[in-house]
């Protein structure tokens, strides 16, 4: 069939259209429709679904931008067995991409033009090491010009023509199969590595492209417009022949196998087809601009740029309507709005798109959210049977949006309220935060290292022919005992088939070195599914490595770590020891977070995993939940969580092909993880259990959940808009946090009982100082630790109140002590009472003679003067005197209220004067007086 394909190819010339009239019956459903029938129908390619628009772990932090992502495993030789993507050797798809943030940010562009987009399908079609440029020639002619109908004398092909630098020819032989296939001379035109080159990244798979360019006008040569920006004649379709390698030194050589990457704009095809030179104009946009002129009254669209769109009205359609696709698209995929990375990019895409809606449009605040929900149904309707997840997350979508709203105001009167001016350049930074990619380092000898560095070289362990590592076993040489657990891995014969250090393959490595070891099987478990991975030891008949990280690349374990003794030499045995602390605390900690999900579901009802953490010490687990998750709900989920640990519910490891495993009635699944088949299913309970749990999941787990005994969840809190963070123990850590929370509210409640009867009153700010460092130090149960925090601040509040009073009453008394006992016409003492506490005491009292009390208080000193009424000018002259001594900028006065039977000035230090040095200068101020 392949082989008439071509020879029908070959023999069928393009149709020349001088009269070519564009078609009403190309709807954008049907544009991609067509793309995807041509491809799977006729050319034997599988059609892939749509990758979501939020990277995995280890694709970076920008969303989803090209349609190759998900097949970059292909393209480096990483793919793993059993994977989704092994095997497959053509494949054709719609790919959801957003463009907002690095180096493709076409943000600031949306509205000002026709043609930029925050989100954009990408039609694409990929051969990986099968067929190259001739057979993509000639399916992109044939499509565009027998199933498109797009008249060959409208478009232009352009070719790689060289580079002298880098000693590259040009592509001729891309030029001669268009030439070959009925292209005129005069519209075969070589660019250079700007247009024509394509490379994954600063290193790795490149290679050429043919691009192909339409012209809107026809019947006439614009060669000279082609990559020239102009508007006439854009491109529509981009093919990139894959077939080098560009190593570190920036050269370039030939990859063993050829890939074929094409990438073509839906929305710039759906235009071009509907007889359009605008994005704008086409089914994908039109009914949102009816929706907006209908709802908000504005006048109607009119397709208006630059200075004629003179109320900017044409340029806030184009940014709604285009905001209203990439945030129902991003949120349907799982995002959420808040505060950094992603997340703050969605969230300043919903803001702009209120700001135009109420500003431009004049939408009233309370009906805001609501439109934007009404956008996001017409984006659902018009992609909703391609990308399902936005019919299946309509609602989730409109109450995002309303909620989104509902803060933004908030915001804004926050803003208003403390004069709060934000610029555009601070949203500009944070959307402008810079990429990267996972990466685990690990502490021995020789410093930090970086696993990934062994990485590389792993290929040429595949085209010796060395086979991958069977890990199977990190699930088998685990079982359960009377004793506790047990780890066979004694029983597992090993061998050593690749040692890398460095960055090269090599037959042995000594004491003190750092290499990665390669092993014919192991278990192992290498880092992968947020669970982190194992620690051990190898042991060879020459020497002894001491394992500090394990990764697993195309198939490969790699064992990291510092050889501790002798040497490591190729193709010997091995005997695998594993840390087996460390191992039981990962399995409990990952049944763990498989309970708390369940539990979370049931509980909490809408929410969704998004991620977890899992230390042998303790785990964190990140899920999306709109609204917070009351003290209620928090006692709720760890109760239920406890009950199934006491309950014994068994925990069976269950491996079937993926499409059986999708089939099962409530499977619970990372959306977007690429799992391989068979996929290993971990269920908890069974028909008879008051508990289900099933998960895919690769990690290692108990075998029961009796086994975790205990867990507790140590904190609970928001690290985004919309998404919570779940951190807890389980097991012995669990019991002893529990035990510590008991003591804990053991000792509150003695403090609270002997405040109240006002008992050991001398040994209450010691108390208090020691829960207080408990709550800083120790681990707790979070429940635990928000009741003592509440009802800490009551008892140190009701404290403070007793020693006030205490402190009063003495205060008093040695005042009343003072003027019964002293002959003096004015009475100064130096206390160490606060400012408001003196006025207090002397309010309640009555005085016969001027008192001065000067006092060092926590944080600065203070002087009361104060006398009776009769004598109000002996005060006015002691602050006067007092000021002229110490100066105006080291003493102020104020008025004090001390009972209005007396007149009462306060004087506060300032700068270096001291309470000392205050009284001193009353003190002879006084004396001279007298005198």
């Known amino acids: 069939m392949y082989l008439r394909i071509l020879f029908r190819l070959h023999i069928s010339s393009p149709r020349l259209h001088p009269s070519w009239r564009y078609s009403s019956s190309w709807s954008s459903s049907n544009v991609r429709g067509a793309f995807i029938s041509y491809f799977k129908d006729n050319h034997d390619h599988v059609h892939v679904p749509s990758s979501s628009v939020i990277p995995n772990k280890k694709q970076g932090t920008y969303f989803t931008n090209a349609g190759m992502m998900q097949f970059k495993p292909l393209f480096l030789g990483a793919v793993q067995p059993g994977s989704r993507l092994e095997g497959l050797h053509r494949a054709v798809n719609s790919q959801k991409c957003i463009r907002v943030g690095g180096k493709h940010n076409d943000l600031e562009d949306v509205g000002h033009d026709l043609t930029h987009h925050t989100f954009f399908e990408m039609l694409g079609s990929w051969s990986f090491g099968d067929y190259f440029k001739q057979e993509s020639c000639q399916m992109a ?219 431009t449009f004049r939408t009233a605040e309370t009906e805001s959210g609501n439109m934007l929900g009404d956008l996001s149904q017409d984006v659902v309707e018009s992609l909703g049977e391609t990308y399902p997840e936005l019919a299946r997350k309509s609602t989730k979508i409109r109450e995002v949006l309303q909620l989104a709203a509902d803060q933004y105001h908030q915001l804004q009167k926050k803003i208003k309220a403390k004069k709060i001016h934000q610029s555009s350049s601070s949203n500009q930074t944070q959307l402008e935060k810079s990429d990267g990619f996972y990466r685990r380092g690990f502490k021995c000898e020789a410093g930090m290292v970086q696993a990934e560095l062994f990485l590389p070289k792993l290929a040429d362990l595949q085209e010796k022919g060395v086979a991958r590592t069977d890990d199977t076993y990190k699930y088998t040489v685990y079982a359960r005992t009377s004793e506790g657990h047990d780890f066979s891995c004694q029983d597992v014969e090993a061998r050593v088939v690749g040692i890398v250090t460095g960055a090269e393959l090599c037959g042995r490595v000594s004491k003190g070195h750092v290499c990665g070891v390669v092993l014919d099987r192991t278990c192992f478990y290498s880092e992968s599914g947020g669970q982190a991975a194992d620690t051990g030891h190898l042991r060879t008949q020459d020497g002894v490595l001491e394992v500090l990280d394990v990764q697993v690349h195309a198939g490969y374990v790699v064992h990291v770590g510092v050889v501790v003794e002798g040497e490591v030499v190729l193709a010997q045995s091995v005997q695998m020891e594993l840390d087996q602390v460390r191992r039981v605390g990962h399995m409990c900690s990952h049944t763990g977070t498989h309970l708390l999900n369940a539990v979370l579901r049931a509980v909490l009802q809408e929410t969704k995993q998004l991620g977890s953490d899992v230390q042998d010490n303790k785990f964190s687990f990140d899920f999306a939940s709109v609204g917070t998750v009351s003290p209620e709900q928090t006692a709720a989920i760890e109760n239920l969580v406890q009950q199934h640990i006491v309950e014994g519910h068994s925990v069976s490891h269950l491996q079937m092909e993926l499409n059986v495993a999708m089939a099962m009635e409530d499977l619970t699944m990372m959306e977007d993880e690429d799992y391989p088949s068979p996929v290993q299913v971990i269920r908890i309970g069974g028909e008879s259990s008051p508990l289900t749990s099933l998960e895919l999941c690769g990690g290692t787990h108990v075998s029961n959940t009796s086994d975790l005994d205990g867990f507790c969840v140590v904190n609970l809190k928001g690290v985004a808009q919309g ?38 009153m001398d040994a209450w700010t010691e108390k208090v100082k020691d829960i207080n460092t408990s709550l800083s130090q120790d681990l707790l149960p979070k429940l635990v630790r928000d009741r003592v925090r509440e009802q800490l601040d009551v008892t140190v509040s009701r404290i403070r109140t007793e020693q006030n009073k205490l402190q009063q009453a003495s205060l008093q008394q040695m005042v009343l002590g003072l003027a019964s006992n002293s002959s003096e016409d004015i009475m100064i003492q130096h206390f160490t009472f606060d400012g408001k506490l003196m006025m207090k005491a002397l309010s309640a009292i009555e005085i016969s003679k001027p008192v001065v009390l000067v006092s060092d208080g926590e944080r600065t000193s203070y002087a009361l003067i104060a006398a009776p009424q009769s004598m109000a000018g002996i005060c006015k002259s002691l602050s006067t005197s007092c000021q002229d001594e110490l100066g105006a900028s080291s003493v102020t006065q104020s008025k004090a209220k001390c009972g209005q039977d007396k007149a009462a000035i306060l004087l506060t230090l300032k700068g270096r004067a001291t309470a000392e040095k205050l009284y001193t200068v009353l003190r002879d101020i006084v004396e001279s007086g007298s005198r």
């Open 141 to 359: 002619l044939e499509l565009l010009t027998q199933v498109y109908n797009l008249p060959l004398d409208r478009l232009y092909f352009t070719y790689f023509g060289g580079d002298e630098l880098l000693g590259l020819a040009p592509d001729v032989e891309c030029r001669d199969m268009w030439l070959a296939l009925g292209v005129p001379a005069n519209r075969v035109l070589p660019f250079g590595m700007k247009d024509n080159f394509w490379d994954m990244g600063e290193t790795g798979p490149c290679g050429p492209c043919t691009e192909i360019h339409f012209d809107h006008v026809g019947s006439r040569t614009s060669s000279h417009l082609v990559n020239a920006d102009s508007p006439e004649v854009v491109e529509i379709w981009n093919l990139v022949f894959m077939q080098y390698n560009r190593k570190h030194d920036r050269s370039l050589e030939l990859l063993p196998s050829q890939h074929v990457d094409t990438g073509m704009g839906l929305e710039r095809m759906t235009a071009v087809l509907q007889g359009s030179r605008s994005n704008y104009d086409t089914d994908l946009f039109q009914p949102l601009f009816r929706r907006i002129h209908k709802v908000t009254g504005a006048p109607a669209y009119q397709g208006l740029t630059g200075a004629s769109d003179h109320h900017r009205t044409d340029q806030a359609y184009r940014i709604l309507a285009d905001h209203a696709r990439m945030m129902s698209v991003a949120i349907a995929d799982g995002l959420l709005p808040g505060r950094d990375g992603l997340q703050h990019k969605l969230r300043l895409i919903i803001h702009r798109a209120i700001s135009e809606l109420e500003v």
């Open 723 to 760: 998404t919570k963070r779940a951190t807890c123990v389980t097991g012995q850590v669990a019991r002893q946090a529990i035990e510590k929370g008991q003591e804990l509210e053991s000792r509150l409640s003695q403090l609270v009982s002997e405040v109240k009867s006002g008992e050991n």
